[in-house]
C-alpha cells in the first residue's frame, strides 16, 4: 500500500533536489506540507489498488473490516466508504460490521 506514496515521494524529492540542490529555511517550510499532502495522496492510491487486487481473494466482509470498521476520523472514512463502495460497485453500503 505504500508504494505509490514512496515511488512518489522519491520522484519529488529528485525533482526538488534538481530544481533547487541547497535548499535554505524559507524553501523547506514551504515544500514540507506539499510532501506531507503527497504521502496522505499516494496512500490513499495504494490502498485503492490494494483494495482492488484483493476482492478477488478476500472475502467482502473481510475487506469491510479494514475499510469501514475501526477508529473513524470524519474526512478520511467517508473517503474509505466511497472508495469501498466504488471497487464493490455499490451505491449504498451493504456490508455490515
Known amino acids: 500500500m505504500f508504494v505509490p506514496a514512496v515511488a512518489g515521494e522519491i520522484a519529488l524529492g529528485r525533482w526538488l533536489t534538481q530544481f533547487m540542490p541547497h ?28 483494495l482492488l487486487l484483493m476482492k478477488r481473494f478476500v472475502h467482502q466482509n473481510t475487506l469491510a473490516t479494514f475499510f469501514l470498521g475501526g477508529p473513524r476520523v470524519p474526512i478520511f472514512s467517508n473517503l474509505c466508504s466511497k472508495i469501498f463502495a466504488w471497487c464493490y460497485g455499490q451505491n449504498r453500503r451493504k456490508t455490515k460490521l
Open 23 to 50: 535548499p535554505g529555511l524559507i524553501a523547506m517550510l514551504c515544500f514540507a506540507p506539499a510532501i506531507v499532502v503527497l504521502f496522505i495522496f499516494g496512500m490513499l492510491i495504494g490502498s485503492t489498488i490494494w
